[in-house]
């Protein structure tokens, strides 16, 4: 067979040659150990927390090293495609910190090894699949649907493994002349990998996640370019990674069943294999067993979730780390104010089974992250966040600023901060009433009877004086507990309780119901210094009218 024959018939238009590609896209000039990698979505429209977990560990990686990370968008599979995916995937990304240096932008392409976007590379893949035709490495196959149906069945009948392999693979050897005809009839073709693996061999590789691993040679005839001239997964995989000087592969471990055949094929292309990281999936507990998470069952995969329920960019990222990395909890706590990107990230600590989310820990990372935040910047996104989600609560925010941030600022700062917020969402519970259309009104204790609350919210009012110090306040408060026979001495109170009509606490809580409508706030002496007087006296006195 005269495959440069072959080559010319398959590819008449291809004239650009490998070497020129090598010199169109050099080698990168980058200090030694400079890792320069990618992230290589599919623009499906549905951007999840793998991606991101992905994407965060390439992005550590190539920016720990002073390398390079470049976005190359996967859009072979047109099928897939989903109008405006690529701008959302772009646009989450950057939301959630991961900063490209090259890539496909909205704009278009950024960089010196581009096309980024494989569908745009049609020219380029043409270049190297014609080689690999005048090498004897990849052949045409004229196989239709119901062959390879039929195949199947054959294979499946026999109990032997299905694939297009050694004696099944029908188009392997065929003559210049059949494979003529079939191209003047206009037959459409794929064309094929002619694998020269053996599936009795063995070797070792190294992943950097997974360790080492025991490889079994590919011996099926993948396709490398479908019918219409677009490059399969794998087909691009070794041409854009080598073309874009990829040197580590950071990719889901989907894609481990596969590799033996990536191996091959940068071995057949003349090309040096890149170092792999195969990152396991991200699994729940369900029930008492852990499983992938699932975009049907599991809305906490999609990205858009987080942005709804309100945990702050920095909350997820942290969490991620965590999950990565799992000594990055003890370096948070001994390095409480350094930026997240100080923390020195290793591939090789990631979980090779796959991490497990748990959305306690999640919560628990964001209540630490939103306390570390000062005042401002927690109006900030809280503002930012409202106004997408709860426009009505995001109008109030926007109207005092200097209030919203003096709400904020409770319990902030200092070496204990408050850990009340894990999620923007829970803000309005937290600190709605403070907002009169928000405050909703108190329901006592049975125990106590209207006329006892009614006395002792009189005798706060009495006494009551904004520019009091929060000790005085609170003496106050005790006053008034002694006075109504209620007492300051809880121990007292404990050892014989029907000895009083209540305690100190007690009448705190009428006082803070008035306030606040609630059992629970921050500490009631500062709400009334940011409610101020005016607004204080209001509510309690509107209390005292709904209570006779
Ligand atoms: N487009 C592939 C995916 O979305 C990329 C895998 C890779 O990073 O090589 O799974």
């Not at 069943?257 to 792999?276: D, N, S, V």
């Amino acid at each position: 067979m005269d495959y440069q024959a072959l080559a010319d018939l398959l590819f008449p238009n291809v004239t650009d040659t490998p070497d020129a590609l090598e010199e169109r896209f050099p080698c990168r000039s980058l200090p030694e150990g400079a890792v320069v990698t990618r992230m290589a979505p599919s623009p499906t429209g549905f951007v999840h927390l793998g991606n991101l977990v992905q994407g965060l560990t390439a992005e550590r990686m190539a920016h720990q090293s002073g390398g390079v990370l470049f976005l190359r968008v996967e859009d072979t599979d047109a099928k897939r495609e989903v109008p405006g995916a690529v701008e959302v995937l772009i646009n989450t990304l950057k939301h959630y910190g991961i900063s490209f240096d090259e890539g496909a932008t909205i704009e278009g392409d950024s960089g010196n090894y581009g096309p980024y976007r494989q569908r745009q590379r049609a020219a380029i893949y043409h270049v190297y699949a014609k080689k690999l035709v005048a090498e004897g490495q990849a052949y045409p196959c004229f196989c239709t649907e119901e062959q390879l149906a039929a195949m199947r069945e054959t294979q499946e009948a026999n109990k032997e493994t299905t694939g297009y392999y050694g004696k099944y693979a029908m188009w392997r050897d065929r003559s210049m002349e059949d494979i003529r005809e079939q191209l003047n009839a206009g037959n459409p073709w794929v064309l094929r990998f002619k694998s020269t693996g053996s599936i009795e061999n063995q070797f070792k590789f190294d992943d950097l996640v997974k360790g080492k691993l025991t490889i079994t040679e590919n011996d099926v005839d993948h396709v490398l370019l479908k019918s219409d001239g677009i490059p399969t997964y794998h087909f691009a995989h070794a041409v854009d990674d080598h073309l874009m000087r990829t040197t580590h592969v950071v990719r889901g471990d989907e894609w481990l069943p596969t590799l033996p055949f990536h191996i091959q094929l940068f071995k057949a292309l003349g090309f040096k294999l890149p170092k792999y990281v195969h990152i396991g999936p991200l699994m729940k507990m369900d029930g008492t067993s852990k499983r992938k998470l699932s975009k049907r069952k599991d809305p906490e995969l999609a990205l858009t979730y987080y942005k709804a329920e309100g945990f702050p960019v920095e909350a997820v990222y942290e969490y991620i780390m965590t999950l990565l990395n799992s000594n990055f909890e003890d370096w948070r706590r001994a390095n409480a104010d350094a930026a997240a990107d100080t923390f020195k990230f290793s591939p090789k600590k990631l979980n090779p089974a796959g991490s497990l989310f748990d959305y306690a820990k999640l919560t628990d990372v964001s209540k630490n992250v939103i306390a570390r935040m000062d005042a401002t910047k927690v109006y900030k996104l809280l503002t930012e966040w409202a106004k997408e989600f709860d426009p009505d609560f995001g109008t109030k925010l926007e109207s005092d600023p200097a209030f919203a941030k003096a709400i904020l600022s409770i319990g902030r700062g200092g070496k204990k901060p408050r850990k009340d917020l894990a999620v923007w969402k829970d803000a309005k519970d937290y600190m709605g009433f403070f907002y009169d259309e928000y405050l909703s009104a108190p329901v006592f204790d049975e125990k106590f009877d209207s006329v006892t609350i009614v006395d002792v919210l009189n005798r706060f009012l009495e006494k009551f004086d904004i520019n009091d110090d929060s000790g005085v306040w609170f003496d106050k408060v005790k006053a008034i507990t002694e006075e109504i026979g209620f007492t300051t001495d809880m121990k007292a109170y404990k050892a014989d309780p029907t000895a009083f009509k209540g305690t100190v606490a007690d009448v705190s809580t009428f006082i803070r119901q008035a306030v606040t409508g609630k059992t629970n706030s921050p500490d009631l002496y500062t709400v009334m210094q940011i409610l101020g007087y005016d607004r204080t006296v209001d509510r309690i006195r509107k209390t005292i009218e709904n209570l006779i």
